[in-house]
Every structure is written in C-alpha cells, then in structure tokens.
C-alpha cells in the first residue's frame, strides 16, 4: 500500500527539473480535503454549526450551505499557508483573491476551485465532492497576480482533480501523467492509493442528464436520448439513465464504468449551467488523460478560451465514442434550434 504522499513524492522523482513545488501544493489540497471530510461526514449531527444554508447566496445567486463557506476557507487557508500559489478562484468568491503576502508574491501557481459542488445535497446525505484546477501564473513572479492569470484556457493546467465524499471518500487527480485514484482510510488518516492509471472505457452504456430539462434541451441532445433508449446494436439493450445530481459523483462513476454526463444550454439558460473554469476543464483535463472526451456539444472544451470567471458552458464530458455519437447529433441537427 502506498500513501498519496508518497506516491506524489516517488512521482516526482521521476521529473528531476520538478521544483516540489506542486507536490507541496498537492500536499496542501490533501490535508484540506481530510477536515473537509471530516465535517461533511459529521454535518448531520451538528446541522445548527455546519449542515443548512448560511442564508446567502454566491454570485451564481444560489444559496450557500454552510458547509460551502466552511469548505472553501479550509482550501483558501490550506492554499496560502505553504506559499506556492500566489492567488485562488472559487466558485464560493465573488472575484479572484490574491494572496498578498510578500512571500506568495513570487509563488508560481494559481488554483481555481469549486470546494463543494453539489453541497445541496449534504442534508439529504448524497455524495457531493471539490474540484480544483491548478495552472502557472502568466504575470512574472513578484507583480501583482490578475484576471488573466485565471483566463487560461483549459489545455494550460499543470493539474486537475476532485475529492468525492460518497461511501468512501476518494482524491483522483492528474500531472498530466494519467488519472491516479487514493482512497481514504480513516483509520490511518491517510488517502492509499486504490486506482492507478484509471481509463475510462471508450464506450459505455450509462447516460447522466437531468431529463426534467427535456423541452429545453438542443434538438440535438433530445435525439442522442432518442439513441441511447433505443437498443444497442451490439448489446441489443438500451442505455441506463444514472443521475445522481452532484457533478463529481457522476463523473467518477463514469471514469469507472463508461457513460456520458450532459449538462447542455436550454431556452432559460443558454450556457447551461456548469462553469468553465472550476468545473468543466479540471474533469476535461481527467478525462482526457484517462482516454475520454469534454466538449461543448461542438469545441473540445479545453481550447474555449475564457473571457469571465464564473463564465457557464453546456458539458458533454465521458467515454470517447458516446461524446463523438452526441456531438454528431448536435451538428446534424444544430440548425433546428
Ligand atoms: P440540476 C450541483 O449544483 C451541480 O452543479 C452539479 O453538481 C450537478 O450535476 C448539477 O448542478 C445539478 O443541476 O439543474 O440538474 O439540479
């Protein structure tokens, strides 16, 4: 058995020229995510401190659960405090924050989060999970860190990945150099690895959309459901509808089994719902690296590049062959909408 720790650290060995300055601001992320996990797995039984909404909204306009806010102070503070990351964006944070303190000033990166997507589901104890994205600062080290250093296209991460709170709690990320899945084990407060080089299979039969959507949907998505409850040439079975309503869940069940996760634009919103920055291109970066696709239903998502921080996109993202099938539907019949 081998601690994330130490496989980040045996990792780097391999990358001679690697400063250990991305193996420190994982460590950072890792300790985070255990008091995160911590909290979430006690917020029942202290609803009045941590569970509920905190009775305000973030700039998305929705609610914040109290656990939102506690979660994102926790990888805030855990981001600072080692001093290689010079500036963070969260979904939780109206505007990017910058690290002020002389000695983050020079820090090489910056991280974009969504520290807990999903939290809506807490009180109902559904899995829910953090994402986070991590890129060079494009300012010199030293300046001031600003809005460009945050409207990198997707392709310029140095490393993406999650934490999903669900049965058990698991950190997946990428370098760069595939997708390596630690699995927590409380007893020893450690994450171990448990999924090494995962591939996502480059076809699946599990599709994930809120179908409550569907009058709204592009004439495009509404066939490729037609498709997936047709049968299966091969299996002569029709696909299975799998949504749990909590992104990293989906996602991470996909990467495992194959499947298909849509969030697309519709009459109310026509990005969809789903963010560019702290959403869509980490998982797009981890599913690529496992051998899957993201696009926006027509561009690979990694190339969009970003003009605002909290920016929406529609989503298709999961096993290369059931993104390529739904992207050709979206072309086929993208003038009908
Ligand atoms: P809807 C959670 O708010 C989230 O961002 C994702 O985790 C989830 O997949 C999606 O929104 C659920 O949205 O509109 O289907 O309830």
């Not at 020079?106 to 109902?124: E, F």
């Not at 994205?133 to 030293?142: A, C, L, Q, V």
């Not at 921080?309 to 290369?320: A, C, D, I, K, M």
């Amino acid at each position: 058995m081998i601690t994330l720790g130490e496989y980040i650290v045996k990792n780097q060995a391999e990358y001679p020229n690697a400063s250990g300055e991305l193996t420190s601001l994982l460590s950072s992320i890792r300790r985070a995510a255990k008091v995160v996990n911590r909290e979430i797995n006690r917020a029942g039984l202290v609803t009045d401190i941590i569970g509920g909404s905190n009775g305000s909204e973030n700039v998305q306009g929705e609610t914040q659960q109290k656990l939102d806010v506690f979660a994102n102070d926790m990888f805030k503070a855990a981001l600072e405090a080692r001093g290689e990351v010079c500036g963070i964006a969260s979904e939780e944070e109206d505007h990017f924050v910058a690290f002020d303190d002389k000695r983050q000033c020079n820090a090489k990166y910056v991280v974009l989060m969504d520290p807990l997507d999903g939290s809506s589901n807490i009180d109902v104890n559904v899995s829910v999970g953090t994402i986070f994205s991590i890129y060079r600062r494009i300012s010199e080290p030293g300046e001031p860190v600003n809005i460009e250093d945050f409207l990198q296209p997707g392709v310029n991460q140095v490393a993406a990945g999650y934490v999903v709170y669900g049965s058990s709690t698991m950190l997946v990320y990428t370098t760069g150099h595939g997708v390596h899945g630690f699995t927590y084990d409380p007893t020893l407060g450690s994450f171990c690895l448990s999924h090494e080089n995962i591939r996502i299979p480059e076809q699946g039969s599990i599709y994930s959309i809120n179908e409550g959507n569907y009058i709204k949907f592009p004439e495009g998505v509404k066939k490729y459901l037609k498709f997936c409850q047709e049968k299966d040439a091969d299996t002569r079975r029709p696909y299975t509808s799998r949504y749990i309503g909590s992104l990293v869940s989906d996602f991470h069940r996909n990467m495992l089994k194959g499947g298909i996760y849509i969030y697309p634009s519709g009459t109310s919103n026509p990005n969809g719902k789903l963010r560019l920055l702290y959403e869509c291109n980490p998982l797009a970066f981890m599913a690529e690296q496992a051998g899957g696709k993201a696009t926006d239903g027509f561009r690979r998502i990694m190339e969009i590049k970003p003009t605002e921080l909290h920016q929406r996109t529609p989503y298709f993202v999961g096993s290369s062959k059931m993104v390529d099938k739904a992207g050709e539907l979206m072309a086929q019949y993208s003038s009908q909408d």
